[in-house]
């Protein structure tokens, strides 16, 4: 079963915008994370973030984390073209557990 | 160094035969991951190990499906008569270990397979 769930679906701007994605889950976690998948192949990790934490910044990414409204949220500032990918959160809320995966957010950035 | 890598790239099967699907961890990296993803939708998570060991194998979605995992390294996922269901991109992942998720996941590119 899916434990997130991103928030649009689909997303589509242009360059220089910026992207915001959200995620929602169900149960309490450890931890958060945010991977990019280009093409419907292998994951790309870009940020980790702690269920004691609210922000973290990574480059030209945010991402916030709100436990009580069990949701996070990724921000792609000033996007470009290459940014175009799917984007996926994904919560680990156990000890010795895997991750569980959302559906993702394709975004879609034109020139 | 290596990342992960999967073989087949691509796999194309007839309903009712059997698959094996490889996957070749980094090195040193203890926890592995298996994720399958259909057309347009999530990583839908398969089974995972710890070493050898696979603690959690409640993903497997049906007895078709075994995986294993020999010297703490390659892992290979079987899928007995296959049905056409079954075609998806299965994705492999390994981290350094597997405590609460704290390690990043790296991903192999993948095998897709097709069930004709």
């Known amino acids: 079963s899916q434990q997130g769930e991103e928030d649009p679906q689909a997303l589509s701007i242009q360059e220089g915008e910026n992207a915001t994605m959200n995620c929602s889950y169900k149960?309490?976690?450890?931890?958060l994370q945010w991977y990019r998948q280009n093409s419907g192949r292998g994951l790309v990790h870009l940020i980790l973030i702690r269920s004691n934490e609210r922000e973290k910044h990574s480059g030209r990414l945010r991402v916030t984390l709100d436990t009580s409204k069990k949701s996070s949220s990724l921000l792609i500032t000033a996007s470009r073209a290459a940014d175009t990918a799917s984007y996926f959160c994904?919560?680990?809320f156990g000890a010795g557990t895997a991750l569980i995966f959302g559906k993702g957010t394709t975004l879609s950035v034109s020139s | 160094g290596a990342g992960v890598s999967q073989s087949p790239s691509n796999k194309v099967t007839e309903k009712g035969k059997d698959v094996e699907l490889r996957c070749d961890p980094i090195?040193?990296?203890?926890?592995l991951y298996w994720y399958r993803q259909s057309l347009g939708q999530g990583l839908e998570f398969l089974i995972y190990f710890q070493g050898n060991s696979a603690p959690d194998k409640s993903g497997l979605p049906s007895d078709r499906f075994s995986a294993e995992r020999t010297g703490g390294s390659v892992s290979t996922l079987t899928i007995q008569r296959t049905q056409q269901e079954d075609s998806a991109v299965y994705l492999c992942?390994?981290?350094?270990?597997?405590?609460?998720?704290?390690?990043?996941?790296?991903f192999g590119p993948g095998t897709r397979l097709t069930v004709l």
């Open positions: 994904a919560t680990a």
């Open positions: 149960t309490s976690i450890n931890n």
């Open positions: 992942a390994s981290s350094l270990d597997v405590q609460a998720g704290e390690n990043e996941q790296f």
């Open positions: 090195s040193g990296h203890t926890a």
